[in-house]
């Protein structure tokens, strides 16, 4: 059975930084493109970054120069690392991944629980 967990969710303060990382298992994990949504309170899930199997990153938002993603196929680890942070960047942040990247929540095959970024101003 595949499992998508994630961790590294927290509170901080605005300015800081934040590292998330997202583990899969029981799937061909260097065959997926993976990336991260979020979903703030009171508002949709949205998609954030994504990263293909060939390490190519696509942002969604205006995380540019905040945002980094990376993955280690080898540990089947996803990371973002998240500088900068913003009140605005609260929300749930759930690992995803697909056949490609995409911001359609159609596209996604395989979803984590989620972790919580939690930044006061």
């Known amino acids: 059975q595949v499992q998508v967990v994630e961790s590294g969710g927290g509170l901080v303060q605005a300015g800081e930084s934040l590292r998330l990382s997202c583990t899969a298992s029981e799937l061909p994990f260097d065959l997926y493109d993976m990336g991260w949504f979020r979903e703030a309170p009171g508002k949709e899930r949205e998609a954030v970054i994504c990263?293909?199997?060939?390490?190519?990153?696509t942002y969604y938002t205006d995380s540019v120069n905040r945002f980094t993603i990376s993955r280690d196929n080898a540990k089947r680890t996803l990371i973002l690392q998240m500088n900068s942070l913003k009140p605005e960047d609260t929300g749930m942040y759930y690992c995803?991944?697909?056949?490609?990247?995409?911001?359609?929540?159609?596209?996604?095959?395989?979803w984590g629980k989620g972790t919580l970024v939690n930044i006061s101003s």
């Open positions: 995803a991944l697909g056949r490609r990247c995409s911001r359609v929540y159609a596209a996604i095959d395989y």
């Open positions: 990263i293909n199997r060939f390490g190519t990153t």
